[in-house]
């Protein structure tokens, strides 16, 4: 929050409006490292020419985006990595702002031109920040927060510490009556009364009690389209509510053996859209080892470029615009 010291009296009465950091020149701004941020973790360096825009919140963090009128889909990049942690449709608080740092995508990746690098999302009282960071494993770079760890909607972990995986997903033949049957999820053995933990940051959508299935369950909706289920549960967390925002690990209930359970297990099912996919299969996908030694090192150095160059987004240059121009980029006239 350091970082905000002295924003939040800054409120800019201007409705919503973008600026670049480089066209501040009125107010002496920090001048970050002419440095790529690429250059600090072993690729030659590249001309790269990060850009900064920073707006005010006034409406919602939707509308201040397509106010703000960004390159190339920056601002469905923002939305797609704050989904399932803001609710971009919500009425913003006095002083609610956004600050991204983008640069050209120049390997043609994706079908983007630009690549958003950083991000700062100060939303109804919950601050989200995000840096982009590539390493040798994860050449296409995931988002990380600045103390390293990665961020929201982009991970799923196990739920549950379980003895064993009592049954896989995917279809087989019932050994039998020799019929087809298709399990949707995995099962995971464990005592009951275990905890059960949301396996990825997101909202609670449903909590129900399926006394010929899934017994007593609880919905997680994460972000890019993916739903959790964990089923079978003996109890539902106390206080756990539909739309209740939930972090990755953050308890949700207990193992149980309630609806169609020979046993207590957790049955944990993940969907995108309607299709059923491997839980297990995605937590080896998303489960990205947690930076350290010489790739934190060069994370902390990529990270603290950022924070300067996001800093220098605004206040400074927000103030700047306030005095010479408004969302349209007219000057304000003042008697
Ligand atoms: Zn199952």
């Not at 939040?8 to 440095?35: D, H, K, L, R, Y």
């Not at 608080?93 to 031109?113: K, L, T």
């Not at 103390?147 to 549950?160: C, E, I």
């Not at 129900?208 to 609880?218: A, E, I, P, Q, T």
Request: proline share 6%.
């Amino acid at each position: 929050m350091a970082l905000l010291a002295g924003f939040v009296t800054a409120v800019v009465p201007v409705a919503v409006f973008g600026v670049m950091s480089t066209a501040n020149t009125n107010t002496p701004a920090p001048t970050p490292p002419a440095i790529a941020t690429r250059d600090l973790f072993g690729v030659p360096a590249q001309p790269s020419q990060p850009d900064a825009r920073a707006g005010a919140i006034t409406t919602t963090l939707r509308h201040a985006l397509a106010q703000a009128d960004l390159p190339g889909d920056l601002s469905q990049q923002i939305l797609r990595l704050l989904r399932g942690s803001v609710d971009a449709s919500a009425q913003a608080s006095p002083g609610d702002y956004f600050r991204v740092i983008y640069e050209p995508a120049g390997d043609g990746c994706c079908g983007q031109d630009v690549r958003m690098t950083a991000l700062e999302v100060q939303l109804r009282g919950s601050h989200h920040s995000g840096v982009w960071f590539a390493t040798a494993e994860r050449p296409q770079g995931d988002y990380y927060r600045f103390d390293g760890t990665l961020m929201a909607g982009l991970r799923f972990t196990f739920p549950v510490v379980a003895t064993r995986v009592s049954s896989t997903f995917g279809g087989r033949v019932h050994p039998v009556s020799g019929t087809q049957h298709v399990h949707s999820g995995v099962d995971l053995a464990a005592p009951k009364g275990r905890a059960v933990h949301a396996s990825a940051d997101g909202v609670v959508s449903h909590i129900g009690n399926d006394s010929r299935g899934y017994g007593k369950y609880v919905v997680i909706r994460h972000a890019n389209g993916y739903a959790s289920y964990y089923a079978h549960l003996s109890k539902i967390e106390r206080g756990l509510r539909n739309g209740m925002r939930v972090t990755r690990a953050q308890r949700v209930g207990a193992v149980g053996s309630t609806g169609t359970a020979t046993g207590p297990h957790l049955h944990f099912e993940v969907k995108r859209g309607d299709r059923p996919i491997d839980p297990l299969a995605l937590i080896r996908k998303t489960n990205v080892s947690a930076l350290r030694g010489e790739q934190l090192a060069a994370f902390q150095r990529v990270a603290s470029v950022a924070r300067m160059r996001l800093a220098a987004a605004g206040p400074d240059a927000l103030t700047a615009a306030n005095k010479t121009g408004d969302a349209t980029g007219r000057p304000l006239t003042r008697s």
